[in-house]
């Protein structure tokens, strides 16, 4: 079953944070002209805080603690700029959003594809 | 070629070459990192002197060519422009070090849009440094704006932005969110420094100088009032106590008990005894004193009274140290046979209540803040214990009271929280209690960060209404 608008609204503000059922979705930005809030979806953004890939400092991989880490470089991109993605090129982003998910529900992320022409 | 000239070429390209590097590091840096606006401001700064300083260099060299008696003008344009650039080279390095993945941004965004509204302190920026001694320190900045006003009279496209503070942090603490409040204090240097070479002074500056002079007449003794020296030496000491009472208060006036307790955090780390707690040094007063200062503001402000039920041991030992009867406080000095005993009694007595008042004049009033805290403590404490960012429903909480909740909860129920997600056994382990505690923090950083988001759009949308 998919949560819809009002059962989404419902749980982030009538159930207190520490009931199992409550869904948290912060910083709340929205507004009436531009609501964030689709029939059974929100919409989310993409935060300041990306994952970059970046060669391997050895010239071997070791699928091992340090090589975790040692894959991507962070980058910080304060809210108002810009980030360019190379043509296909995949970045790790987090979203501007906390969420808590509630103990019965699971979420799913889709991208918005948008065409710059 | 006139005599001297090759010398001077020389010279000039050494200049150049450094410059030239300084510029492009510069250049680098902000292309590869991102940094707090006041960086930013620094570092175009620094790209313009450079490439002004080149531009001057080429110039002159042709017109001492042309004019031989301007060799001699040059060259002290160039001692003068060597002077600076070294005083900048100190600072260049740890900013670039301070980009936003390695330093609090957040916080140290708050603590900029606060500083601004200090009486005074309008558009007032800080850089931040990343140093490697374990201490927080306010650089002293008005050397280089008068160096810097001096050399915008030769390179006039290079103007040192004004009210442009340079505040320290050990580079251990950069990312960590509690132990950094400690920068309000260091910003309180700034101020004073700021408000002390003000035009037209501030009154209450300068009711504290004259509290000074008082103090020094009453506890100096005649022989050392007519030395200039021993006169020189007592004054410097009442000043750094001074200065040093005055960021405590300007601290807890702008962040509340938050900041009384990352200092004893901080002061713990650094390892203080029981003798260091009642000694004044010729740079501070003593932790009691400074505690007992802490203890008056926060009670007066209610601060004191808001976190009446708080039950950790920093509070305890704050109340504990400002316990300490003045009496016990003691001077040590390497030359104490000035009359210098009576300093102490004549410092709280005439100079604090006037520090009291300059910190009061000058910051608004805590009292909203207090009320806010109040009622929004229970829901960030809830959101906290929950695992969640703090945030609400309707109205957001503010960041003096995300930080104030949190350091709170972060003092009495971080056992209790990692007991709850990871069980009595964790709970017993030091690697546990570290990665919690950074959980922690990290979740009042995105709560403060939010918070500051949610205002910069509704000051859109106001001015987006406003316009229409």
């Known amino acids: 079953m998919v949560l819809c608008r009002k059962e989404i609204l419902r749980r982030m503000r009538e159930l207190p944070v520490d009931n199992d059922g409550n869904l948290v979705i912060t910083p709340l930005i929205d507004d009436k002209k531009n609501s964030i809030f689709d029939a059974d979806s929100v919409d989310l953004r993409l935060g300041c805080h990306f994952l970059l890939p970046k060669m391997l400092d050895q010239p071997f991989f070791s699928p091992d603690r340090s090589s975790s880490s040692s894959l991507h470089v962070p980058v910080h991109v304060p809210l108002g700029q810009f980030l360019v993605v190379p043509a296909h090129q995949t970045i790790l982003g987090a979203t501007l959003e906390f969420i808590k998910l509630p103990s019965d529900a699971s979420g799913v992320t889709q991208n918005r594809p948008m065409r710059v022409t | ?468």
């Open chain 2, 1 to 468: 070629m006139p005599d001297g000239l090759g010398a001077l070429l020389h010279d000039a390209a050494v200049l150049h070459r450094f410059v030239d590097f300084i510029e492009e590091y510069c250049k680098e840096q902000e292309r590869s990192q991102t940094y707090i606006d006041a960086s930013g401001l620094f570092f175009r700064y620094v790209e313009a002197l450079a490439s002004g300083i080149k531009q001057e260099l080429t110039k002159e060299i042709t017109r001492a060519s042309r004019f031989p008696k301007r060799l001699e003008a040059v060259r002290r344009n160039m001692l003068t422009l060597k002077y600076f650039l070294r005083l900048l080279h100190e600072l260049i390095k740890p900013a670039a070090d301070a980009h936003t993945l390695t330093i609090p941004a957040p916080l140290i965004d708050l603590a900029s849009q606060q500083l601004q509204r200090v009486d005074g302190m309008k558009n007032a920026q800080i850089v931040i440094l990343l140093a490697p001694e374990f201490m927080y320190f306010q650089r002293p900045h008005s050397e280089i704006k008068v160096e810097a006003r001096f050399v915008a009279s030769f390179i006039p496209n290079a103007l040192f932005p004004p009210k442009l503070g340079f505040i320290e942090l050990p580079y251990s603490q950069g990312p960590n969110f509690f132990t950094n409040l400690a920068i309000y204090h260091e910003i309180g240097h700034f101020v004073y420094e700021e408000l002390s070479h003000s035009n037209p002074r501030n009154c209450h500056i300068t009711d504290v100088e004259s509290s000074t002079m008082r103090c020094l007449k009453r506890a100096l003794n005649k022989e050392a009032t007519k030395d200039p020296e021993s006169y020189a030496f007592a004054k410097k000491i009442i000043e750094s106590w001074t200065q040093e009472i005055f960021c405590d208060l300007f601290a807890i006036r702008l962040v509340g008990p938050a900041f009384s307790f990352a200092l004893i955090e901080m002061l713990g780390m650094l390892g203080f005894s029981k003798k260091e707690t009642i000694r004044f040094s010729s740079s501070h007063p003593s932790s009691a004193c400074r505690f007992a200062e802490h203890l008056n503001m926060l009670r007066t402000d209610s601060w004191w009274e808001a976190i009446a039920d708080i039950k950790a041991d920093q509070k305890a030992i704050l109340e504990n140290l400002a316990g300490i009867p003045r009496t016990s406080y003691a001077l040590y000095l390497d030359d104490n046979d000035l009359g210098l005993h009576s300093l102490v009694t004549e410092f709280l007595d005439i100079v604090v209540p006037a520090i009291r008042n300059l910190v009061r004049n000058i910051t608004p009033s805590p009292r909203p803040a207090v009320n806010r805290f109040k009622k929004a403590r229970s829901n960030i404490e809830n959101c906290l214990w929950c695992g969640v960012v703090p945030y609400a429903t309707t109205n957001p909480p503010d960041p003096v009271s995300i930080i104030n909740a949190a350091f709170c909860f972060y003092l009495t129920s971080l056992p209790a929280v990692i007991d709850r997600f990871e069980g009595t056994e964790a709970a017993r382990k030091i690697e546990t209690h570290s990665l919690w505690t950074k959980r922690l923090e990290m979740w009042t950083m995105k709560s403060v960060e939010d918070s500051q988001i949610q205002e910069r759009l509704k000051d859109v949308g106001d001015k987006y209404k406003n316009d229409s």
